[in-house]
T-cell receptor, first 115, second 116 residues
Framework: DTAVSQTPKYLVTQMGNDKSIKCEQNLGHDTMYWYKQDSKKFLKIMFSYNNKELIINETVPNRFSPKSPDKAHLNLHINSLELGDSAVYFC??????????????FGPGTRLTVT | AQTVTQSQPEMSVQEAETVTLSCTYDTSESDYYLFWYKQPPSRQMILVIRQEAYKQQNATENRFSVNFQKAAKSFSLKISDSQLGDAAMYFCAYTKYGGSQGNLIFGKGTKLSVKP
C-alpha cells in the first residue's frame, strides 16, 4: 500500500497555464506538507497544513495555493506557470504538528516542467 | 532563522569502506531534531537516521551512525561497510521540537558515489 501518493508523477506544461498536483495519504496523519526541490536538488518547504492551520513560507509566490478537501488530501494549485516553477514537488505527511517526534513520510515527487 | 549547511557537494567511497558526511546547523533552540535523508535516483526521500537534541547518545541504525556535537552544532553521518546501494544524495535536515512548525529545513545535499 502506498503511504503517500502524488499524481501525476510527471507534468509538462506551457507558461501561463494553471495546473494542479494531487497528494493523498492513507496513514491517518494530521499534517501535510509541500516541498519544492529545484534543479540543484535544494529542498525547501512551501506549506505545512493541518486541519486548523496553514503555514505559508513567505518566499512562496501567491500563484501557489494549497487546497485540502479533507484530512487525507492536500493538493497544490499553481496559477500562471512560469519557467522558474520547473522543479520536483514533494508532498509529505506526519502524525502531528509540533509535538514529539513524528516522522515525515514523503510521496514519490512530481516533476513539473514548464516550457 | 535556522540554517543547515553541508559543505561537501560530492563524496566518493570505495565499496566496503567507511565514509563520513558532514553537516553543521545554526539554531537558537535547545530542543530540536536532526535527520539524515537519502534520495536515490528513484527520487524517493528515505529517512536514514534521526537524532533528538536532548539525547547525548549518538544514534545508530545498522551501518549508519551519527556523531552529534550539540555545542559545536555539528551532525555528521558515518556509513560503514559502504554498499553500491548507498550511492545517492544525502540530505541533512533540522526541525524544531514542539511549537507551531514541523517543517524540515534541509541542507543542500551531498552526492555520494560508491566505487566497486
Amino acid at each position: 500500500d502506498t503511504a503517500v501518493s502524488q499524481t501525476p508523477k510527471y507534468l509538462v506544461t506551457q507558461m501561463g497555464n494553471d495546473k494542479s498536483i494531487k497528494c493523498e495519504q492513507n496513514l491517518g496523519h494530521d499534517t501535510m506538507y509541500w516541498y519544492k526541490q529545484d534543479s540543484k536538488k535544494f529542498l525547501k518547504i512551501m506549506f505545512s497544513y493541518n486541519n486548523k492551520e496553514l503555514i505559508i513560507n513567505e518566499t512562496v509566490p501567491n500563484r501557489f495555493s494549497p487546497k485540502s478537501p479533507d484530512k487525507a488530501h492536500l493538493n497544490l494549485h499553481i496559477n500562471s506557470l512560469e519557467l522558474g516553477d520547473s522543479a520536483v514537488y514533494f508532498c509529505a505527511s506526519s502524525q502531528a504538528y509540533g509535538t514529539a517526534f513524528s516522522e515525515q513520510y514523503f510521496g514519490p515527487g512530481t516533476r513539473l516542467t514548464v516550457t | 532563522a535556522q540554517t543547515v549547511t553541508q559543505s561537501q557537494p560530492e563524496m566518493s567511497v570505495q565499496e566496503a569502506e567507511t565514509v563520513t558526511l558532514s553537516c553543521t546547523y545554526d539554531t537558537s533552540e535547545s530542543d530540536y531534531y536532526l535527520f539524515w535523508y537519502k534520495q536515490p535516483p528513484s527520487r524517493q526521500m528515505i529517512l536514514v537516521i534521526r537524532q533528538e537534541a536532548y539525547k547525548q547518545q549518538n544514534a545508530t541504525e545498522n551501518r549508519f551512525s551519527v556523531n552529534f556535537q550539540k555545542a559545536a552544532k555539528s551532525f555528521s553521518l558515518k556509513i560503514s561497510d559502504s554498499q553500491l546501494g548507498d550511492a545517492a544524495m544525502y540530505f541533512c535536515a533540522y526541525t524544531k521540537y514542539g511549537g507551531s512548525q514541523g517543517n524540515l529545513i534541509f541542507g543542500k545535499g551531498t552526492k555520494l558515489s560508491v566505487k566497486p
